[in-house]
């Protein structure tokens, strides 16, 4: 049962992190957007990897799965699933991208160097190196469209003179259920807001012992009337190190807790899409998870 009183509240939003509270909600429905945000919001990444040529040392398949963990800045909004059986793809499922790299000595080096970078051009293959090549009519679909990997200094490969790399990849929309290179977050994760409650006035000595004991920023030391008195000044900043119940004359003074039904999100973005966005689509995920549950019980027939 929901109360009355559930709220959302951005705390921190920053280019891919954010952090929010969830107050007033079940620990399940919590635990879903949690799952849902790994493993069921889609996002574009390497299906299939053509190898034309590959003379590195790094093997076929360890370079396809490179490949497929680089993740990739395209809106899986704008694309459909791919059929089940579908080879081939088309301009409506399908990204596809080329990387065709050769290394070659650099002539001008100096005879002594022993520096890769000086002796050698394109000896480190990155990700600034993948080009996004349209099909069909992508041209004209995303004219403004800039497909490419979120970070350009992804390293996959280190090659030697005459070595190359010629491979052709084709992106697909999926789900992190299916594989973890779809998930779209770093990391997905909550915890309970924590309640610190000082029993009885702390004061002086003791004070400055138990700030110690909690992170910077917990425990602030006030000046009455010429005594330093402790006060709980920002409990969200707490580890629950458990700290303070090492130290006899403060462990029954201090009254560590959760309140139950305050949820600490931290979203953090690989950079396919804001957090923001991440969050949106989680929660259509799952209104549209209700919707279904309820058109599937109206639909069971009544005794």
């Not at 040392?57 to 089940?84: C, K, S, T, W």
């Not at 996004?132 to 992508?138: D, E, I, K, T």
């Amino acid at each position: 049962r929901l109360p009355q009183a559930f709220r959302v509240d951005v705390i921190r939003e920053e280019e891919d992190t954010l952090e929010f509270d969830m107050v007033g909600i079940d620990a399940a429905i919590a635990n879903a957007f949690r799952r849902i945000l790994l493993a069921e919001v889609p996002t574009m990444a390497v299906e299939k990897v053509f190898v034309y040529n590959n003379t590195s040392i790094v093997q076929d398949e360890i370079l396809a799965h490179r490949l497929g963990l680089i993740p990739i800045r395209a809106d899986p909004r704008l694309f459909e699933y791919r059929n089940q059986g579908d080879q081939e793809g088309t301009e409506i499922d399908t990204l596809q991208f080329q990387l065709k790299i050769k290394c070659k000595r650099n002539p001008q080096a100096a005879k002594e160097s022993s520096d890769p970078d000086e002796l050698y051009f394109n000896h480190k293959v990155y990700s600034k190196h993948m080009t996004w090549v349209p099909l069909g009519n992508q041209t004209d679909l995303f004219p403004d469209a800039d497909f490419r990997p979120v970070h350009d200094d992804i390293l996959i490969a280190l090659l030697r003179p005459g070595q190359e790399i010629d491979v052709l990849m084709h992106c697909v929309k999926g789900i992190g259920k299916d594989h973890a290179k779809f998930s779209p977050v770093a990391t997905a994760s909550y915890r309970l807001l924590p309640d610190i409650t000082l029993l009885q006035p702390i004061e002086d000595e003791a004070a400055e012992t138990l700030q110690k004991c909690f992170s910077p920023g917990v425990i602030e030391i006030q000046n009455i009337n010429g005594k330093k008195v402790a006060r709980v000044a920002n409990a969200r900043l707490d580890t629950f190190s458990r700290e303070v119940f090492r130290h006899e004359g403060l462990k029954n003074l201090v009254r560590l807790a959760r309140v139950r039904n305050h949820y600490i999100f931290t979203v953090e973005s690989t950079g396919i899409l804001p957090p923001d966005v991440l969050v949106s689509e989680a929660i259509k995920i799952l209104m549209g998870k209700c919707q279904r549950f309820l058109n599937e019980l109206d639909s069971v027939p009544m005794e």
